[in-house]
């Protein structure tokens, strides 16, 4: 990368609604209001560690958008490429679990201002001029097929441009409701990148490469990849995080395949977890910011796992006082 890195990225921006103190949805008669999206939470933390992040977006032209748009320029986001069209933000709403029942998480995205993105409403050359990296994920692809063709569109520029390519599989079931599966549109998206993140269940679902529960998360990590890397031919660096439940305790570490090697995080043993929403995404900032910045591959994924750890310690989803 050259001396003065860019990352553009580009998803859905959108408001999460979050009951208080741990009740359920229906006990609750108020809501925390947080600025969401995968994307955006990314590029918050890559503009919290110094770096020239920009995202873009399509939201209504409205206060709530504004307020969303004001939280992203707050922490230092450049929101030029955020379009104005569409009717409404999309949202969702967040019931945080406990050792005894899970996160319940309920979308309210259909027809939202990104949703009905459509090829051609965003001016990719201007918006990717001077970038170095283009990061999305598969949640960005997954509200529409519109959307998913928009994600085409960067994808395809951004590879004649010779820019890098990143990607979080980042699958979300409850999502792809326009008529495809996640397996028909992902493959062919995730062939011109050079980063990825994932995990196991999106691997498995995405390119059909499944791992034995019985063997270790390092061995099924290596397994992937090594599959992976020939689906994905231009596949040079990979990372996955890991969280597993002892007791009351959450253990979380990472591994890394970069350029043929493979390479581990300290494993961080967590007694107490605020809010694991958006830990991932905090932990592919921290890989990005890592490979923009010319960390060794330990570095690299050591740093992304403090990021994970750190971000779970933190209410909402962008991360923003890390």
């Known amino acids: 990368m050259n001396a003065t890195p860019c990352?553009?990225?580009f998803g859905e921006l959108l408001l999460r609604f979050n009951t208080q103190k741990g009740l359920r949805f229906v006990q609750s008669k108020a809501l925390n209001i947080?600025?969401?999206?995968?994307?955006?939470?990314?590029a918050?933390?890559?503009a919290r560690l110094g770096l020239d992040s920009r995202m873009v977006s399509r939201v209504p032209d409205n206060d709530l958008a504004e307020m969303a748009i004001g939280e992203l320029r707050k922490y230092g986001v450049n929101t030029s490429g955020i379009a104005k069209g569409g009717e409404r933000l999309g949202t969702y709403y967040v019931e945080n679990g406990n050792h005894l029942r899970p996160t319940q998480v309920i979308y309210d995205r259909s027809g939202s201002a990104y949703a009905q993105l459509k090829t051609g409403m965003i001016d990719w050359e201007k918006q990717l001029a001077d970038t170095t990296l283009f990061h999305w994920s598969g949640i960005a692809a997954a509200l529409s097929g519109g959307a998913a063709g928009v994600c085409n569109e960067a994808i395809e520029l951004?590879?004649?441009?010779?820019?890098?390519?990143?990607?979080d599989f980042n699958y979300r079931r409850k999502l792809w409701n326009y008529g495809l599966e996640a397996k028909e549109v992902?493959?062919?998206?995730?062939?011109?990148c050079q980063v990825a993140v994932a995990d196991l269940?999106?691997?498995?679902?995405?390119?059909?490469?499944?791992t034995k529960e019985g063997l270790t998360y390092r061995d099924r990590f290596e397994h992937c990849f090594s599959v992976l890397k020939d689906k994905m031919p231009l596949l040079h660096t990979f990372a996955m995080s890991f969280r597993v439940v002892e007791g009351l305790n959450h253990v979380y570490f990472a591994g890394l395949a970069h350029e043929g090697q493979f390479y581990y995080s300290?494993?961080?043993?967590?007694p107490f977890v605020t809010d694991q929403i958006g830990t991932g995404?905090?932990?592919?900032?921290?890989?990005?910011y890592g490979i923009s910045s010319g960390f060794s591959p330990k570095k690299m994924i050591e740093w992304a796992a403090a990021c994970g750890v750190m971000k779970q310690s933190i209410h909402g989803g962008l991360g923003a006082d890390q």
Do not use: Q, W
């Not at 947080?34 to 990314?42: C, D, I, L, M, Q």
């Not at 992902?186 to 011109?192: A, G, Q, V």
């Open 44 to 46: 918050v933390l890559l």
């Open 158 to 167: 951004a590879c004649k441009k010779g820019i890098t390519i990143s990607a």
């Open 201 to 210: 269940d999106s691997i498995a679902i995405y390119f059909g490469i499944d």
């Open 281 to 288: 995404d905090a932990f592919t900032a921290g890989l990005l």
């Open 34 to 42: 947080h600025v969401a999206g995968a994307e955006a939470n990314v």
């Open 186 to 192: 992902m493959p062919d998206l995730l062939r011109y």
């Open 266 to 270: 300290t494993i961080h043993t967590l």
């Open 7 to 9: 990352i553009t990225c």
